[in-house]
């Protein structure tokens, strides 16, 4: 099968899961400033959310331009990564109602861990497909990032139990840390 199938429903997706955030945003009643207050946690963790989305799809992006065909172990390993994406809207809202609590802390980054965990699956599906020589596979290398990701989540789960703002900023700084634009699969398109 060609990528395009692929690459056009998780677009489709990921801006159903977007639009499904935003929507879960309450329109406060008032017509004061004062009267965003409430809703300000929840806007934080619509932020966060977006951010990671935002940076879910330019990798997906760049990802799928290694790509020619796709197998079957590809589209189960991109509809994995999928279904951990769905799951951010509800763990966003929990959060942001809760006001970052230990547990809705917690739930988020398991949902991020997995999302990390299903992206990296879908890398070595693709590579698996390619071979060992791919393109794919020079330009991820050991892929320091993706696993550094993986061990951050973990222990922003941790923390959550312990101090769920410190929890909070380990998130922010994997997003930080992806916001910085990857140009490894760039770089190995330009090189041939």
Known sequence: MKKNRLEA???GVLAIIITIMVLEMKVPHGEDFHALEPIIPVFLSYILSFVFLAIYWNNHHHLMQTVDKVSGGVLWANMHLLFW???VPFATGWMGENGF????VALYGI??????LAYFILVRQI???QGEGSLLKRAVGKDFKGKISVIAYTLGIALSFL???VAGAV???VALMWLIPDKRIEKALEEG
Not at 101 to 104: C, G, K, M, S
Not at 111 to 116: I, Q, S
């Open 111 to 116: 949902v991020l861990l997995g999302a990390g």
């Open 163 to 165: 101090n769920q703002w």
């Open 101 to 104: 609590a230990p547990n809705p």
């Open 85 to 87: 994406l769905s799951l």
């Open 171 to 173: 998130y922010v700084l």
């Open 127 to 129: 590579i698996a497909r």
């Open 9 to 11: 429903f998780s677009d």
